[in-house]
Each structure stands twice: as structure tokens, then as C-alpha cells.
């Protein structure tokens, strides 16, 4: 059976171009880059030109790039690095309810280190209102943490607002990139943000490699110690090969998903009654789509349609195997049920009408066997 990949929120394939780059590294790159000798040379140079790729992919200066193992270590390293810096005695962060468990999780740690830490709730479209954002900054607020784009909707903050707002209060503001960077064209650096993490697997590169962007004269405390690598902020050997794969991926010219992901869309919302997109009415991923389906729960059509060929999910690819409804869902206001009946398909590269068209037919067939099955909905319904 054909297998179609809807899931690219989660991981993407690793791109032809990428993994040419990344075998040529494995080949001729090997040795370590802070060598002096010639074979060490070369890896630097390597390591250095990834660098420099990812830099251009962000608008920014290849020094202001950290390598790191991953979207969640860049998470890490920009909060807890920030806010361990800053040697106010009392200190306070905000974020919103709606993070990553990278940011999420690391927020937890530091109110676990005697910071106060204010998680601001979205509207029903998951969009966090500048004006509230601004009400909730204090003088002892060190850094502010809002996402760019929403792993399970798609949703976009409109984070150049909420950085010069954090600005012009002197606060440091950080953006989780993770899913925006590559789809949007947008630079940190030209919108007055300190912070900015992404992460190679969602680029179609592989696991183990992710960057933070770090505004030249951003102060972070490291998370590793030991040697002096990435100008003292991440102690550790440098993966050359990850990096030139992530540099090869930062490179790569991407389509527009925004026409697939309509007729996805459109599609299922013409064939399949009562169900809705998540988030509908703000900004979006141009490759995200978030359905409710009134009556059904997500989990089985998940199945039913991996049974037929499709790969989507239930949302978060963390919290998928857990039957506890998507926080994000809740935060914008959906019932536990509601949430539990939402399903996240996102696109990528390789992604075709044809495909798009078969899962539409799919998503179609399953949807309808499984009201069947479902008393409530039979019950709901006229
Ligand atoms: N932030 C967001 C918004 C994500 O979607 C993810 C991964 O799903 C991460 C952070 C963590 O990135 P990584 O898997 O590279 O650790």
C-alpha cells in the first residue's frame, strides 16, 4: 500500500539535498573542527558554512547562531539561560498557556527556582491580544516567551508587536520559531526579538540539531559545561554533519503549501458534515490544518485512516499516546470532548493534489463509518 505523509508538524522526511550534504560531511568533514591541523580546518570550514546558511535563513549574522541538539535545548537554553543571566533578586516571566512542553516545561522549572512565572490565555482563534500582553509585563519581568506559530493549529502570534511592546518595557522577548522557520520568510532580527529558537527535523534535516538565535550582546547563562565551543554558550564537540545537513535544509527553496492545505480544507469541509476548522479565523501555517469532527473521536480516525494509507494526528506528536485532550485546544476555549474529536494534518514537501484528493476521499469514507458506531453523534443529530 502507498503511504501518504500528512504529519510534517511532527518530523519531515529528510530531503534528497539534504542528505547529500550531510553524506559529503560524513566523508570529508569528520574530524573535529576545533583542530588546528588541515583535516580539522576543513571541518571548521563545514561547520562554519552551515552556520552561515542557517544565519541567512533568519536574516541574521552567522554569530548570532548557537547550535544546539534541538528545538527543545534552543527552548531551554534561551529561557533558562536568560533568566539564570539576570541577577535581579526577583524576577518574573510571561508566557502563554498555549507553548510547547519545551517552553511549557522549562517555565515549570523556574517556578520551581523561586520565579513567578504568568501564562497568558489566547482567544478562541489562539491568538494572545498585544494589549493584554502589555498589562502583564512588570518591572521585575525578565524575558517574555510567545511562540511564532502553533504546533497543533498553525496559529501565528503577531510577534513583532509583542516584541516592541516587550522592548520598549526593557524586557527581553523570545520567540519559539520551531514550526514558523521556512514557512513564513520572517526574520527575527528586523523585528527587535533576543531570542529565537528553530529546529532542524521540521526543516527536513535530521534529529539531534536545532539553533538559537541570539542578538549580538544577549547575555545567557550555558546549560553544558565544559569546553568553549559556540563562543562559550554550548559547551560540546560539534555535530559538522548534523549542522551541514541543517544548513543544506536552511538552503532549500520551499512551495507554497497554502493552495494544498485549502483544498485539503475545503474538501473535507464541503463532504464531511459538521466538522470545523480550529482556529479559523486568525493567521495561519500555510501548511496546518487543525478539524474538529463533531462525534468522533480522533484517536480513531487517526487509525482508521492509517489503516488506509494516511499518516495525520491527534495533534501534538508528544502528547499523542496520552488521552489527555490537547492543552492548546482547551486554552482556546474547546470543551474536553471538542478537543478530543480534533485532528492535525500538515503538509510539506512532496505533498501532492492527488494525495490531498485521496485523503479528502479517505477522511470522507472513515468519517461517516465511524458516526455510524457512535451513539452520541446519531443521538445529536436530527
Ligand atoms: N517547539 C515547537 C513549537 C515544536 O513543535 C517542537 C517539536 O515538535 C519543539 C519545540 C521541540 O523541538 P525538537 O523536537 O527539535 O526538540
Redesign the pocket.
Known amino acids: 500500500m502507498n503511504r501518504h505523509y500528512f504529519d510534517h508538524?511532527?518530523t519531515t522526511p529528510i530531503a534528497p539535498l539534504v542528505r547529500e550534504a550531510m553524506l559529503r560531511a560524513v566523508d570529508e568533514a569528520w574530524a573535529n573542527p576545533s583542530s588546528i591541523h588541515q583535516d580539522g580546518q576543513r571541518a571548521r570550514q563545514t561547520f562554519e558554512q552551515a552556520r552561515s546558511q542557517v544565519a541567512a535563513l533568519l536574516g541574521c549574522g552567522p554569530k548570532e547562531i548557537v547550535f544546539t541538539s534541538?528545538?527543545?535545548e534552543a527552548?531551554n537554553l534561551a529561557i533558562l539561560g536568560a533568566v539564570r543571566a539576570d541577577s535581579r533578586p526577583r524576577k518574573h516571566v510571561l508566557t502563554t498557556a498555549i507553548e510547547?512542553p519545551?517552553v511549557l516545561e522549562a517555565c515549570a522549572a523556574l517556578e520551581r527556582e523561586g520565579v513567578a512565572v504568568t501564562y497568558l490565555q489566547p482567544n478562541r482563534d489562539g491568538l494572545i491580544d498585544p494589549d493584554v500582553f502589555c498589562r502583564q509585563l512588570r518591572p521585575e519581568t525578565v524575558l517574555a516567551s510567545v511562540?511564532h506559530a502553533n504546533?497543533e493549529t498553525g496559529g501565528i502570534q503577531d510577534i513583532a508587536a509583542l516584541a516592541a511592546a516587550a522592548a520598549e518595557a526593557g524586557v527581553l522577548f523570545h520567540s519559539?520559531g520551531?514550526?514558523a522557520a521556512g514557512k513564513l520568510g520572517f526574520s527575527p532580527a528586523t523585528a527587535g526579538i533576543g531570542l529565537y529558537s528553530i529546529?532542524a527535523?521540521k526543516l527536513n534535516a535530521p534529529k539531534g540539531c536545532?539553533a538559537l538565535y541570539v542578538r549580538s550582546g544577549v547575555k545567557l547563562a550555558p546549560l553544558l559545561f565544559g569546553g568553549r565551543q559556540e563562543r562559550g554558550r554550548r559547551a560540546g564537540t560539534e555535530s559538522v554533519t548534523l549542522a551541514a545537513a541543517f544548513g543544506a535544509a536552511a538552503a532549500l527553496v520551499r512551495n507554497d503549501m497554502r493552495p494544498l492545505r485549502d483544498r485539503l480544507e475545503q474538501g473535507i469541509l464541503a463532504r464531511v458534515p459538521d466538522a470545523h476548522v480550529n482556529g479559523a479565523n486568525g493567521p495561519r501555517l500555510p501548511n496546518t490544518a487543525n478539524i474538529r469532527f463533531d462525534g468522533i473521536s480522533a484517536e480513531s480516525l487517526v487509525i482508521a485512516l492509517d489503516l488506509r494509507g494516511f499518516a495525520v494526528s491527534t495533534g501534538?506528536?508528544c502528547s499523542s499516546g496520552s488521552v489527555e485532550p490537547s492543552h492548546v485546544l482547551l486554552a482556546m476555549g474547546l470543551s474536553p470532548e471538542q478537543a478530543r474529536s480534533s485532528v492535525r494534518f500538515s503538509l510539506g514537501l512532496g505533498n501532492t493534489e492527488e494525495q490531498v484528493d485521496l485523503l479528502v476521499e479517505a477522511v470522507t469514507e472513515c468519517a461517516a463509518r465511524l458516526r455510524k458506531l457512535s451513539p452520541a453523534y446519531s443521538e445529536a443529530s436530527p
Open positions: 508538524n511532527a534541538g528545538g527543545t527552548d510547547h519545551a511562540m504546533n519559539d520551531v514550526q529546529s527535523h536545532g501534538a506528536a
